[in-house]
């Protein structure tokens, strides 16, 4: 019986890609260590986010608002992933069958007509308005 063999030298650039990262992440942070800054002063020291100085507590309490704009964000853009894939396929060579055509069309129908009564059901509870 002839039992496969296990060549390492198709894994060798693979090998090599893995040294070269992991030395490049070794001499970098030696040489933050070695060339980087000494002097410990209070400004050096404060955190920084997003170019802002720090004022007042991080924990502050934020609109309902901010909440309900990411979740609508979410249902709309769920329904672009859905409707991706059906305006690709639905009308290419070999796509929906001819049979499914017409009720896979009026389910995509049905389905943004959903979404529009959502967008109007929103619009008309104030969610788009901002004090």
């Known amino acids: ?4 063999t296990f060549d390492l030298t198709t894994y060798y650039p693979i090998f090599l890609y893995l040294v070269v990262i992991l030395g490049f992440a ?3 942070m030696v ?3 070695l060339i980087g800054p000494r002097r410990r002063t209070a ?5 920084y986010e997003s170019g802002m100085d720090p004022i007042g507590d ?10 309900l704009v990411a979740i609508m964000f979410l249902v709309f853009d769920v329904e672009l992933l859905f409707l991706y894939p059906w305006a690709v396929v639905a009308y290419q060579e070999g ?7 017409g009720p896979v069309f009026w389910g995509v129908l049905a389905f943004l007509a959903m979404l529009l009564i959502a967008y109007i059901y929103d619009w008309r509870k ?3 308005k901002w004090r």
Do not use: S
Request: no cysteine; aromatic share 12%.
């Open 1 to 4: 019986m002839n039992e496969p």
């Open 43 to 47: 400004v050096k020291e404060m955190p």
């Open 58 to 67: 991080a924990r502050q309490r934020f609109d309902v608002k901010f909440y």
């Open 26 to 28: 070794a001499v970098a």
């Open 126 to 128: 104030g969610v788009f």
């Open 95 to 101: 796509g929906i069958p001819l049979v499914l055509r």
């Open 31 to 33: 040489a933050v260590h």
